[in-house]
């Protein structure tokens, strides 16, 4: 996502195995996420959230001993947390609040993001940058997670084919169809 300048946290690869302090670059500071990189996350141990640097070798070891082979430290980034979902070559784009109600979260962690601000963003300018990243891997069905910042640009922290749309089934449901229809012909 780099190269086409998608707007994200810094990170760092990590290796497994090896002490987490040597491996981060300068100004990289804590709090942050370990992920594993190899696998979606299936398992809480996929995704931690580390504040210190006994946390984050503890999250590392717990990786490895899950089996990961390769895993990224993510800056953490405080704002205001979005969910979103689309179907490329469609309108259809829908974010919200996961942190609002009580609907589905894989593991609890939106809480390090608290309650939403509900800063101004344009949401127009992060179906964008979804589309671009859903180009960029190929995904025609495809959702994520972003954090919108206080000045109201964004970063993307999260992107999945294929997410279970829970908060927009029918609508997702009618674009999906939509795409089916128009790569058919």
């Given at each position: 996502f780099d190269a086409v300048q998608i707007p994200q946290p810094a990170y760092v690869?990590?290796?497994?195995?090896?002490?987490?302090?040597?491996?981060l670059p300068e100004g990289f500071g804590?709090?942050?996420?370990?992920?594993?990189?190899?696998?979606?996350?299936?398992h809480?141990?996929?995704?931690?959230f580390v504040t210190d640097m006994p946390q984050a070798g503890?999250?590392?070891?717990?990786?490895?001993?899950a089996g990961a082979v390769s895993v990224l430290a993510v800056q953490h980034v405080p704002g205001d947390l979005v969910k979103?979902?689309?179907v490329e070559g469609t309108g259809f784009f829908y974010c919200h609040y996961p942190?609002?109600?009580?609907?589905?979260?894989?593991?609890?962690?939106e809480r390090h993001n608290g309650a939403p601000q509900h800063y101004s963003y344009s949401q127009?300018?992060?179906?964008?940058?979804?589309?671009?990243?859903a180009s960029q891997t190929g995904f025609t069905v495809y959702g994520g997670d972003?954090?919108?910042?206080?000045?109201?640009?964004f970063r993307i922290i999260d992107f999945s084919d294929w997410p279970s749309f829970s908060a927009c089934r029918r609508e997702a449901a009618k674009a999906i169809v939509e795409r089916v229809l128009q790569l058919a012909e």
């Open positions: 690869s990590l290796h497994v195995g090896q002490p987490v302090a040597p491996q804590f709090p942050f996420w370990i992920k594993r990189a190899d696998a979606c996350a299936q809480a141990c996929d995704v931690q503890a999250a590392l070891q717990s990786m490895a001993d979103f979902y689309s942190t609002e109600s009580a609907g589905f979260s894989k593991f609890g962690l127009q300018a992060l179906k964008e940058a979804a589309d671009l990243a972003a954090v919108i910042l206080p000045d109201g640009t």
